[in-house]
Structure formats: C-alpha cells, structure tokens
C-alpha cells in the first residue's frame, strides 16, 4: 500500500514563501510522474506544477517564475517552493503521483490528503 503524506503548509504573508513536501512511503513501488494541484474554496482542483521522472517539469501559467517544483528520487519525495506568494493562492494544495509496482507496467494516480496554504497579512 502506497501513501502520499504532505507536509509544510501553513499561514504566511503576501510576498512570503514556503515549501511544500510530499513523500511517497511503501515498498515494491516506482514512481513516474509527479505533482501538485491545489484547490480554493468554491473552485475545482487545478494543476500547479509537475515533473516527470527525468525532471523535466511543468507549470500553469500563474505560477511560472514563482514556484519551483523538484523531486529527490533516492526520497521518494516531491518538493514544491512558493516564493512571492498572494493571497490568491491560499488554497488546499495536494500532491499527486503515478505509481506502479516495480514487477508491472499497471500504473495508477495516487493522492495526498491534502495541506491547508494561507496568504494573509
């Protein structure tokens, strides 16, 4: 059994950064691509940024320049750093992954459950 656990959200005011981690735990596993989405209250669950397992990586528009999604994959682990944050941002960010069984080519999307950002002064 694959888990996602999430962790370094937080309150931070508008212009401050954080650092979003979400490690993989289980055995047997691979891990291809991985990501962050993140979702406002009222509003669906958009994409923020991905990386595939040679790095290379992906993001929406509104968070080019500011954040940096990375991985460590001896970790296991996904990283997301948020500089220059607005209050627009605060939302319930969560770390998605594709994983598979190190003997199978089968591949499923699993999820995080979730860590709370919030930018407000």
């Known amino acids: 059994q694959v888990q996602l656990v999430e962790s370094g959200g937080g309150l931070v005011q508008p212009g401050g950064s954080l650092r979003l981690s979400c490690a993989a735990s289980?055995?047997?596993?691979?891990?291809?691509?991985m990501g962050w989405y993140r979702q406002a209250p009222g509003k669906q669950r958009d994409l923020v940024a991905t990386?595939?397992?040679?790095?290379?990586?992906h993001y929406a528009d509104s968070m080019k320049g500011r954040f940096t999604i990375s991985r460590d994959n001896a970790k296991n682990t996904v990283y997301l750093q948020m500089n220059s944050l607005k209050p627009e941002d605060t939302a319930v960010y969560y770390c998605?992954?594709?994983?598979?069984?190190?003997?199978?080519?089968?591949?499923?999307?699993?999820w995080g459950q979730g860590t709370q950002v919030t930018v407000s002064s």
């Open positions: 998605n992954a594709d994983i598979g069984p190190e003997s199978s080519d089968y591949v499923a999307a699993y």
């Open positions: 289980g055995s047997d596993f691979r891990i291809y691509a």
């Open positions: 990386i595939t397992s040679d790095n290379t990586t």
